[in-house]
């Protein structure tokens, strides 16, 4: 079963930047979608985004469209979430996953492995 691991989080002000990593043991590509989820205190789990297996199709929340960007590496099997304009409501506990099937969603029971965790905190 493929493993992630997850790296990059942090405390950032309000407005700033962070690039979150995800790195894979074994090759993504053709194999599985690759997503960012996030959960804050209290809340449920909820999708941020994800990368088709073709890494040809992006899926974002409306949440963070257009302030956050998926990379997908091919030649590391690592899955970057560059994080920008980020504000408070952003701060959550980070993870990444992956699942056999086309589709990025937002099921959580959906996806065979997942990552540890990194922390973000966007506070002043």
């Known amino acids: 079963q493929v493993q992630l691991v997850e790296s990059g989080g942090g405390l950032v002000q309000p407005g700033g930047s962070l690039r979150l990593s995800c790195v894979a043991s074994?090759?993504?590509?053709?194999?599985?979608?690759m997503a960012w989820f996030r959960q804050a205190p209290g809340k449920a789990r909820e999708l941020v985004g994800g990368i088709h297996r073709s890494g040809n199709r992006l899926t974002y929340s409306d949440s963070v469209k257009g302030r956050f960007t998926i990379i997908g590496d091919r030649a590391t099997n690592t899955v970057h979430l560059q994080m920008n304009s980020l504000n408070p409501e952003d701060t959550a506990t980070y993870y990444c996953?992956?699942?056999?099937?086309?589709?990025?969603?937002?099921?959580?029971?959906?996806?065979?492995?997942w990552g540890q965790g990194t922390q973000v905190t966007v506070s002043s």
């Open positions: 996953a992956a699942r056999v099937g086309g589709l990025v969603i937002s099921d959580t029971a959906g996806y065979r492995a």
């Open positions: 074994e090759r993504y590509y053709n194999t599985y979608s």
